[in-house]
């Protein structure tokens, strides 16, 4: 099974600071990685796929970037809406392969 | 515009069955091109995918949970279905059903709580 890890676990910023989250995989999953933004009490909501792109109605602050093992998220100018919990995903061994997403980082107010 | 809507008990027993399903509005399962998918989320943590179905009823299973889960799909009624037998306090969690679009989910139910507990 490909493990997620994420860095850092909580990122305390200010609005219109940038924001830079990490997303490691245990052995290359190619470009097959997404990122999710999850407000408290809300579902996930897809925000990048396939590593660099941007899922339908996302920002432009919001971008992706890497392949193989290593994967960025950043977040060039923050809002207020955008203080949340971001996850990444890996679909690498699908299908017929399920997928795994990363434990989270949170993104909270300075 | 796809919703999904997840229902079922939001309380079960030890040792029991928990069994939800998901209706799905605004597109079809059978029209193919998408996996739908159960996800859930234990208090405060962190997510995990369960499985998924494809509308011919293909399916894959978390293989951590693959010896109890059951995922079936009824194309009739545009709903799928999620049953998870011997559940303990473990189990305990958010539980969201959602569309797979090449691999990502797209299309996430607005999550409903199961709590294990006698």
């Known amino acids: 099974e490909i493990v997620l890890t994420q860095s850092p676990a909580t990122l305390s910023l200010s609005p219109g600071e940038r924001a830079t989250l990490s997303c490691r995989a245990s052995?290359?999953?190619?470009?097959?990685l997404a990122w999710y933004q999850q407000k408290p009490g809300q579902a996930p909501r897809l925000l990048i796929y396939d590593a660099s792109n941007r899922a339908t109605g996302i920002p432009a602050r919001f971008s992706g970037s890497g392949s193989g093992t290593d994967f960025t998220l950043t977040i060039s100018s923050l809002e207020p809406e955008d203080f949340a919990v971001y996850y990444c995903q890996q679909r690498s061994n699908w299908p017929p392969g399920g997928f795994t997403f990363g434990p989270g980082t949170k993104v909270d107010i300075k | 515009q796809v919703q999904l809507q997840e229902s079922g008990p939001g309380l079960v027993k030890p040792s029991q069955t928990l069994s939800l399903t998901c209706t799905v509005s605004?597109?079809?399962?059978?029209?193919?091109?998408?996996?739908w998918s159960w996800i859930r989320q234990h208090p405060g943590k962190g997510l995990e995918w369960i499985g998924y179905i494809y509308y011919s009823g293909s399916t894959y299973y978390n293989p951590s949970l693959k010896s109890r889960v059951t995922i079936s799909v009824d194309t009739s009624k545009n709903q799928f279905s999620l049953k998870l037998s011997s559940v303990t306090a473990a189990d305990t969690a958010v539980y969201y059903c959602a569309r797979e679009n090449t691999g990502y989910v797209d299309y996430w139910g607005q999550g409903t709580l199961v709590t294990v507990s006698s």
């Open positions: 052995q290359s999953v190619s470009s097959y």
């Open positions: 605004g597109g079809s399962i059978s029209s193919g091109g998408y996996y």
